[in-house]
Structures are given as C-alpha cells and as structure tokens.
C-alpha cells in the first residue's frame, strides 16, 4: 500500500505592506508625541499628533485606491488612532496644564488627570462606535466629533498658547473645560459633516479657494489651525440647533380667502 498524501501546510494569510506601513507611521507619531509630552516639549509633541494625523488621513485611501482593504487594517488603524489621536493628546494636555491642578489641593490633583482619562476614554468608545456603525451610517456625516478632529483642535490649542509664550499651568481651567467638551463632543449623538463625499468635479473657482487657504495656514498655523478647530467643533451643535429650530418652528396661517 502506498503512503496516503500528505495535504501541503497552508501559509498564515498575509497582510498588505502599504497601509499597514503608514498606520504604523501614525502609530509611532502617537508614541512621539508621548515621550515629547515626557521630556517636556510640547511643541515636537503637537506636530507629532499632526504627522499622526496625516498618516492617518493617507492609510485609508491608499488601501481603497490599491484596493488593499483588510479586516486586520481596520483594527489596526483602530488601534493606532486609540494611541494616536485618544491617549497622546490627552497626556500631552495633561503635562503641559492640567497637572498644575494638584496646586490646588488633592481633589482637583485628581480632577486633572480624571478628565484627561474621561477624554481618553471618550476617544475608545467613539472608535468602538464607528467601526459598528460602518456600513450602515450615511457616509457625508459622523456620528459625535471624530477623534482626529478633537486632537487636531486640542494641539492646536496647546501649539498656539506656547506659540504665544502662555504658560499651560496660568490657563489650566481653560484647558481642563475644552478637554472636557471635546471628550464629551466625540461620544455626542450630534452629526458633523465628514468631508468624506466629494464630486467628481468641481468649479475653478474652488481650486482658487484652497489655493487661499493654503496662504493663512503657511503664515502662522497654530492661530489657523485653532481657528479652524473650533470653528468645525461649533459647527455641528450649530446646525443641530438650526435644523430643530426650523422642525419645530410652527408653520405661518394660511391667508383668510
């Protein structure tokens, strides 16, 4: 009798190189920022988040333009914006403001880093709701203000007190109410508008329009930045409240015939 064949081992599935390479990037700009917030240096620490924020922004697209999608790219990316845009921005606002609480007494030494957990922590729920929420939401808007959106606007918030040579510890209460309402912001029911669906072609003139905006950004961008931060996190509560004002407005009469 001849031996029975042996089935060939299969090989563990791969994982695509490209994507998986720039959330890793992200990945390390997180953990940068970290040490830097450590170390003191609070600026390298905010453009860390930045660059995070740019590996970010390129992975996903990358991996739908070479259609390079995974299961595995997904939970990393996860991953990597947990580290990146929830546990970083929170240390670093922690080290350069809040920390200065415990000057206060022992209960607001805690409240300092409590709310720095609770931002923390509204960053991991908000990433464990979207990836249920993916597939079944309507794709122009996010559910509550998205991660990167909330760190983008919290270092540059920090970027831009340093950039004005104003200490953390002298506007620590600041820093501590916009850490809440960005943490609070990310777990909200309120849409905000993702700036993920554009058409295929657009009008001259707003090329014209981002050619403009570059010039401000360039000039000075921690300034721009913040501004450009609050005003998408105002922009949300704004048109919820504009959009019940308007369903709950009660219709005019209709003319006497």
Avoid at 111 to 118: E, K, N, R, V, Y
Avoid at 172 to 195: H, K, Q
């Amino acid at each position: 009798m001849s031996d029975p064949e042996i089935p060939p081992r299969r090989r563990p599935p791969g994982i695509y190189l490209l994507p998986n390479l720039l959330t890793t990037g992200a990945l390390f700009s997180g953990f940068y920022a970290i040490v830097g917030a450590i170390n003191g240096q609070f600026v390298p620490a905010v453009i860390a988040v930045f660059v995070a924020g740019l590996f970010d922004g390129l992975d996903g697209r990358v991996a739908r333009m070479t259609n390079t999608q995974s299961e595995f790219g997904v939970q990393y990316d996860s991953l990597s914006d947990l580290i990146s845009f929830g546990l970083a921005p929170a240390l670093v606002v922690y080290m350069w403001a809040l920390a200065g609480l415990r000057e206060y007494g022992n209960f607001t030494g805690k409240l300092g880093w409590l709310i720095a957990f609770l931002y923390t922590a509204c960053a991991a729920l908000r990433l464990a709701r979207f990836n249920t929420q993916v597939g079944h939401s309507d794709k122009r808007f996010f559910t509550g203000l998205a991660s990167p959106a909330a760190a983008g606007t919290l270092m540059a918030f920090v970027w831009a007190m340093e950039n004005f040579s104003l200490v953390g510890g002298n506007i620590r209460w600041i820093a501590l109410l916009l850490t809440l309402a960005l943490g609070l912001a990310m777990v909200s029911r309120i849409p905000y508008y993702s700036f993920k669906v554009w058409p295929e072609r657009v009008p001259f003139f707003w090329i014209l329009v981002v050619v403009v905006a570059i010039v401000p950004v360039a000039a000075h961008p921690p300034s721009v930045l913040l501004a450009i931060g609050l005003v998408y996190v105002a922009s949300g509560p704004s048109v919820w409240l504009w959009r019940r004002a308007r369903r709950h407005r009660v219709p005019a009469d209709p003319p006497a015939s």
